[in-house]
C-alpha cells in the first residue's frame, strides 16, 4: 500500500522497476500518477516467471507531498507453480535462468530438486544467485557458477565405480584416487563397507587405512579398492564452494624418491582445468593422475602429457609434487570449467612423444620431450618425475640429476637415452604418438641395432626381460634446434663427435653445451659462423 498527495496541484509519482537477475536492465513495471491522500493497497503483476525477482521502487520530486509506501507483499498468483522436480536439458543454451533448457520450462525455486543428466551437450551456468530445494549430479555431470547457488537441502553426485581385479591381470587390484565434491561426508557413508579407502603421507611414503567413520577432507585425495567389485557410490552434503587451503605442504627425505607427493582432489561439481591453478615456485608445475587403463599415471604439465587437456574431472584425486619444504598451495573455483571444453592448440609446442606398451596386457606409458626457448636442460619445475604403476606395465623415462622424467622440458637438443624397463617378461610395442619437430630423429634400439625413424604413429615390436639394463634406446636428433630458425638464423646439430652451430645473425654467440644428464660441459662464446665443439664419445 502507498499514498501520494497532492500539493497545490503538484503530483508525484511512484515507479515500480523489476528484473530477474542482478546483472538484468531494470524494466519499468508500472507508474501510479493519481492522487492519493491515503494508503490504498496496489496490485501489480510480475510477468516472465521466474524463481527470483528484483523490484526497486523510485519516486519523483514534482513538489507534491511525496510517495509514502508502507506494506509490501509479495505472493505467488493464482496458477503460478514453481515445479518441485526439475531435470536439465541444455537445448536452448547453457544458461541456468533460460526456461527453455528444463524439462518443464520453467526455472527452479526453493521447492524444487533439480537433476543434471550426464550425457547433455550442454552442461548449466550459473551467473547470478539462484536457488534450489536438491541437487542431483548423474555421473559425468557438471555446474559451474556453483559458488552462487543455494542449496536449502543437500547435493547428491551418484557414479559408478569398478572394482574387483583387472580381468586381464587377476594379480592387479582396479585402484581410483577419489575425492568428495561434498563437505562433511564420512568414508561409510559412500563406499562399501568391505572398500579400503587410504590416504598417502608424505612424511612417511606410506599409505594409511581410514575407517568407515572418518570424515573425508574436501580437496584431499584418496585411494580406493572395492575388492567385491563394482558398485553405485553416492556423495550427499553440502557442496564446496570456497578456496581450499593446502598449507605446509611437506619435503620430506630425498625428492628423487618418493618424497614431496601430495595426493589432493579436485572437490568441487566441475572439471578443474589444471592450467588455471598457481602453482609456486616451489613445486613441480604439474598434475599425475592415475588410469587404471594405462595401469599407471597420466601427467600434464600445462602444455604436454598424456592426461588430455589437463583436465580433472569431478571427485578425481591428483597427485602434486613440491621440491621444497612447507609450500602453500590452492585450489579455487576459478579453476573450473566444463570438461566437454574444447581441446587447446599445441602447434607452437615442439614435443616428441613416445608410448611403449605390454603387448600382454595393453599397460602402456608414455614419455614426452618438450623444447621451448623457455625450458632448461637442468631440472626445473616443469619437468615431471615419473610415478611407477602396477606390476605389468612398463616404463619408459629420460633422466636428470638421477631422477625419473616423464615429461622432460629441455631447452636445446642432443642425443638422449631413452631408459625402459618392465617386471615382466615379455613383448613389447614402441610407437611415437605425436611429434613436432623442425628437424628429424631417429630411436635406436641399442640391443639390437635397429634403428627406427621417428615419425607420427610410427611402431617398434621387441622383446625384453625384467632383468635387462634399462639403458636400452638413444633418441638422436639432427638439424634440430628450439627456438624458430626464421627468427633467430641458427642452426645447431651432431657430425660424428662434433656438435655443429652455424650461426648467421651476426652477433656474438654464447654456446653451452650439456651432457645428457643435464651437466654443464663447455661454454664457448663467439662470433664465428660456424662452430665445432668436441664431444666426447666416453666418459
Known amino acids: 500500500s502507498h499514498k501520494q498527495s497532492a500539493l497545490m496541484g503538484n503530483q508525484d509519482e511512484l515507479r515500480v522497476y523489476y528484473k530477474t537477475s542482478e546483472a538484468g536492465e531494470w524494466m519499468l ?16 503483476i510480475l510477468p516472465n516467471p521466474s524463481s527470483t525477482y528484483f523490484i526497486a521502487f523510485e519516486g519523483t520530486n514534482n513538489y507534491g507531498l511525496g510517495v509514502r509506501i508502507d506494506n509490501v507483499e509479495v505472493k505467488a498468483g493464482e496458477g503460478v507453480v514453481i515445479p518441485t522436480e526439475l531435470v536439465w536439458q541444455g537445448t ?80 592387479n587390484a582396479i585402484y581410483h584416487h577419489v575425492s568428495a565434491p561434498v563437505a562433511n561426508t564420512s568414508a561409510g557413508s559412500v563406499f562399501p563397507l568391505s572398500a579400503f579407502l587410504r590416504q598417502y603421507n608424505e612424511t612417511t611414503q606410506m599409505w594409511e587405512n581410514l575407517l568407515a567413520a572418518d570424515v573425508m577432507a574436501p580437496g584431499k585425495g584418496y585411494n580406493l579398492w572395492m575388492p567385491e ?120 609446442h615442439k614435443v616428441i612423444a613416445i608410448n611403449v606398451k605390454n603387448n600382454s596386457n595393453q599397460y602402456n606409458e608414455t614419455a614426452f620431450i618438450a623444447f621451448s626457448e623457455n625450458g632448461n636442460n637442468n631440472y626445473d619445475v616443469f619437468d615431471v618425475v615419473k610415478l611407477d604403476g602396477l606390476e605389468g606395465t612398463p616404463a619408459l623415462y629420460t633422466m636428470i640429476d638421477n631422477m625419473r622424467i616423464k615429461i622432460n622440458s629441455r631447452y636445446s637438443a642432443s642425443d638422449m637415452p631413452l631408459y625402459f ?57 639432427k638439424g634440430f634446434v628450439d627456438v624458430d630458425e626464421e627468427e633467430m638464423n641458427i642452426d645447431v646439430y651432431a657430425n660424428r663427435q662434433q656438435v655443429v652451430v652455424n650461426n648467421q645473425t651476426g652477433e656474438e654467440a654464447t654456446i653451452m653445451l650439456y651432457n645428457v644428464s643435464g651437466q654443464l660441459i663447455e661454454t664457448v662464446s663467439t662470433r664465428d659462423v660456424t662452430t665445432r665443439m668436441e664431444v666426447a664419445t666416453k666418459g
Open 421 to 477: 624397463n618392465t617386471n615382466v617378461d615379455g613383448s613389447f610395442t614402441l610407437k611415437v604418438t605425436d611429434l613436432n619437430l623442425r628437424g628429424e630423429a631417429t630411436i635406436e634400439d641399442t640391443f639390437t641395432g635397429v634403428v627406427m625413424p621417428a615419425t607420427v604413429d610410427a611402431t617398434y615390436d621387441f622383446t625384453a626381460n625384467a632383468d635387462d639394463d634399462v639403458a636400452r634406446f638413444v633418441i638422436h636428433f
Open 229 to 348: 567389485g563394482d558398485a553405485n557410490i553416492m556423495y550427499q552434503g553440502a557442496l564446496n564452494k570456497e578456496t581450499i587451503e593446502f598449507n605446509g605442504l611437506t619435503l620430506t627425505g630425498d625428492v628423487n624418491n618418493y618424497s614431496g607427493w601430495h595426493l589432493l582432489g579436485n572437490p568441487y561439481p566441475a572439471a578443474i582445468d589444471m592450467d588455471y591453478l598457481m602453482f609456486p615456485a616451489e613445486m613441480q608445475h604439474s598434475v599425475s593422475v592415475w588410469s587404471n587403463q594405462n595401469g599407471g599415471y597420466i601427467t600434464w604439465n600445462g602444455s604436454e602429457g598424456d592426461l588430455t587437456d589437463g583436465i580433472i574431472p569431478v571427485s578425481q584425486g591428483f597427485f602434486v609434487k613440491v621440491n621444497q619444504d612447507n609450500v602453500n598451495f590452492s585450489v579455487s573455483p576459478d579453476a573450473c570449467v566444463h570438461d566437454n571444453t574444447a581441446a587447446y592448440s599445441k602447434d607452437n
Open 92 to 171: 536452448e543454451s547453457n544458461d541456468w535462468f533460460t526456461a527453455a533448457n528444463w524439462d518443464m520450462n520453467a526455472v527452479p525455486g526453493a521447492t524444487t530438486t533439480v537433476t543434471i543428466p550426464g550425457y547433455v551437450q550442454q552442461f548449466p551456468t550459473i551467473t547470478e544467485e539462484a536457488i534450489c530445494k536438491k541437487i542431483i549430479f548423474e555421473e559425468g555431470a557438471t555446474l559451474l557458477g556453483f559458488d552462487k547457488l543455494t542449496v536449502v537441502e543437500d547435493a547428491f553426485f551418484y557414479q559408478l565405480l569398478t572394482g574387483g581385479t583387472a580381468k586381464d591381470d587377476p594379480n
Open 29 to 44: 513495471l508500472q507508474t501510479f500518477t493519481e492522487n492519493m491522500p491515503n494508503y490504498e493497497n496496489e496490485t501489480v
